[in-house]
């Protein structure tokens, strides 16, 4: 029989995890035919097979996060499904997934899952630290003005400074540049965040030119064909430049449009790629998931719109909160602001010109907010006291509800669907709702082996528990010497509770044992799979009936040091899961 292998994951490869499968490493008890039987009956009961796990499919399931809040600003968790009703296009859908999550809940659990099973020396395993929640402070450098960003960095810095011995906190930033990945080491974050600058793909910084275009405006001069936005320009470049012709004028502005909107495309498309890089790195952590968006916001053209629902979607699934910072404070209505006026320009002009820039600034906050509220998280907006907004952002709402639907006869094309969810009268009365604006319908559908893969690795990377299939799991470990030690993880599954298929006379079904180390900081060590195919004679299944108890011992060999172990079990023929978690101190 072959042993299993232990395969490790770099960060970037965590997806080809789930294609490794391991064998099995204990035998269950049998009995040996004394004479040759037949074909069927001489089956092995028990059989590896590399192959990656298939699970129930979900097609089409959109799920909408939703949060409810009174007029006090306090969150509300005792509605049921039955309050709530959701349009999908102005039609009612029926709401088929329903659960409240209450924070707190999955720091709770994992604190009962520490494993007291004694050491190979025979001496209880003391109880690790176990980080219980996740936050990564990212910061749109690319898109920050170096006041905003020094505002925002030490607002961050002061809120770090006070990390809980039960948190990790990571920087990211949408440059790439000056990044520190998850840690507890206050010392190295705060050394971090020193090091930020703004990084503008434009270049432009604070430089006036004429005429002046926003990236806003490029685009509604480009891509909309908007005539007033060109008949403005125009005459701001006519003002500069006396005697100029206006075909002149309007050719220069085509010109500076296109060289505002490249590099602005190129800003916005770099900003939501790392977005969903960031999310699927937090989707690899094992507990409570908080990004805090440090941005002055941007604009997202309607091109990058199914970027942007991307993000939403991989966060949602993910169960990760994008809480967003408009980093710019007390917003400065340009309609207002005296600095924007130009010696050029008639009154009549400046007023026009102000609407756009009031259209540019309202549609950079947009973005943050359709981000926040369509993943559950909040905004903190139009406040200079940073430094209550990233405490606020820094944790998450006390109750979230997750609404999910199928939608009927969902053509893929990638088309958008407006979402409304609203109370049932009478209860909608002073009450705040916050849920997701809409989604992009899918271009084609997953296979049966993506979204198995795709379950999996929800199940592995995270730190909710589940209990369909009688399973417990139970943590060891053995020093070999000051720098080895190896952690056995004993999987016991009662055979009394598991469904099992009578073919050809044999008691058949297949589970899918799937184990993964991380390190004190959550980050992803090793994962074994193991796939066990049952075909068990009436005899044998009558003595596990007995005893109990299907044992199968992992093996991980390991430095010393904390970790946690995540251990999912899936069959094949009841589509049943168990998720547990684990964890140990190596001294």
């Known amino acids: 029989m072959k042993?299993?292998?232990?395969?490790?994951?770099?960060?970037?490869?965590?997806?080809?995890?789930?294609?490794a499968a391991g064998a099995l490493a204990q035998t269950l008890p049998g009995t040996a035919p004394t004479a040759p039987p037949p074909a069927a009956s001489n089956a092995p009961e028990m059989a590896t097979k590399e192959a990656p796990a298939i699970f129930k499919t979900r097609v089409n399931l959109v799920m909408v996060p939703?949060?409810?809040?009174?007029?006090?600003?306090?969150?509300?968790?005792?509605?049921?499904?039955?309050?709530?009703q959701l349009f999908d296009k102005g039609k009612p859908q029926e709401i088929t997934r329903f659960s409240v999550e209450k924070a707190g809940d999955q720091a709770a659990k994992a604190a009962k899952t520490v494993d007291a099973i004694p050491t190979g020396e025979g001496e209880p395993a003391p109880p690790p630290d176990i980080p219980e929640r996740f936050i990564t402070y990212l910061f749109d450098d690319t898109h920050l003005e170096f006041g905003d960003l020094v505002r925002s960095r030490e607002a961050?810095?002061?809120?770090?400074?006070?990390?809980?011995?039960?948190?990790?906190?990571?920087?990211?930033?949408?440059?790439?540049?000056?990044?520190?990945?998850f840690t507890d080491d206050i010392d190295k974050l705060q050394a971090t965040l020193l090091l930020l600058r703004p990084r503008s793909i434009t270049g432009m910084g604070g430089i006036t030119q004429c005429p002046d275009i926003s990236y806003y405006m490029?685009?509604?001069?480009?891509?909309?064909?908007?005539g007033m936005a060109q008949s403005l320009a125009t005459q701001e470049v006519m003002a500069c430049n006396p005697g100029l012709p206006a075909s002149a004028a309007a050719a220069m502005v085509q010109s500076a449009a296109y060289q505002v909107l490249r590099p602005g495309e190129q800003e916005t498309h770099v900003s939501l790629t790392v977005f969903k890089d960031v999310v699927r790195r937090m989707s690899a952590m094992p507990g409570q998931?908080?990004?805090?968006?440090?941005?002055?916001?941007?604009?997202?053209?309607?091109?990058?719109?199914q970027d942007k629902s991307d993000v939403m979607d991989r966060a949602i699934k993910a169960n990760v909160l994008i809480n967003s910072l408009d980093a710019r404070?007390?917003?400065?209505d340009p309609m207002v602001d005296a600095s924007r006026s130009g010696s050029t320009a008639t009154p009549a002009f400046m007023q026009l010109k102000q609407q756009y820039d009031r259209a540019a600034a309202s549609a950079q906050a947009d973005v943050l907010a359709e981000l926040a509220y369509g993943t559950g998280g909040s905004f903190f907006q139009n406040n200079n006291d940073l430094n209550e907004g990233v405490r606020q952002l820094a944790g998450a709402p006390e109750y979230i509800y997750i609404l999910g639907f199928s939608p009927q006869n969902l053509k893929l094309d990638g088309s958008f669907h407006g979402l409304k969810v609203s109370f049932k009268a009478p209860l909608g009365k002073g009450l705040d709702l916050q849920a997701r604006k809409g989604?992009?319908?899918?271009?084609?559908?997953?296979?049966?082996?993506?979204?198995?893969k795709e379950e999996i690795e929800e199940a592995l990377f995270s730190r909710d528990e589940i209990s369909e299939l009688p399973v417990e799991i139970h943590t060891q470990y053995f020093k070999a010497s000051d720098k080895d030690a190896t952690i056995a993880v004993l999987c016991r599954m009662d055979p009394r509770h598991i469904q099992f298929r009578k073919t050809d006379g044999r008691n058949v079904n297949s589970l899918t044992i799937v184990t993964g180390v991380f390190d004190r900081n959550g980050n992803f060590?090793?994962?074994?799979?193991?796939?066990?195919?049952?075909k068990l004679k009436d005899e044998t299944l009558a003595k596990l009936n007995v005893t109990g108890t299907m044992a199968i011992k992992t093996n991980f060999s390991v430095p010393p040091g904390t970790y946690m172990i995540r251990q999912v079990v899936r069959d094949s023929e009841g589509q049943l899961m168990s998720a547990l978690n684990g964890a140990v101190a190596i001294q």
């Open 218 to 226: 490029a685009d509604m001069i480009v891509n909309q064909n908007d």
């Open 525 to 534: 060590i090793s994962g074994i799979q193991k796939t066990l195919e049952l």
């Open 329 to 332: 404070g007390l917003w400065v």
């Open 439 to 452: 989604y992009y319908a899918p271009k084609k559908l997953s296979s049966a082996e993506e979204t198995a």
């Open 289 to 305: 998931r908080i990004i805090v968006l440090i941005s002055p916001g941007f604009i997202s053209p309607t091109e990058y719109q």
């Open 156 to 181: 961050a810095s002061r809120q770090l400074a006070k990390l809980p011995k039960t948190d990790r906190a990571a920087i990211y930033t949408t440059s790439g540049q000056n990044q520190l990945d």
């Open 3 to 19: 042993q299993p292998s232990v395969v490790s994951f770099p960060r970037a490869a965590l997806a080809l995890f789930l294609t």
């Open 66 to 84: 939703v949060v409810v809040r009174d007029a006090k600003g306090n969150t509300l968790g005792t509605y049921t499904k039955e309050n709530f």
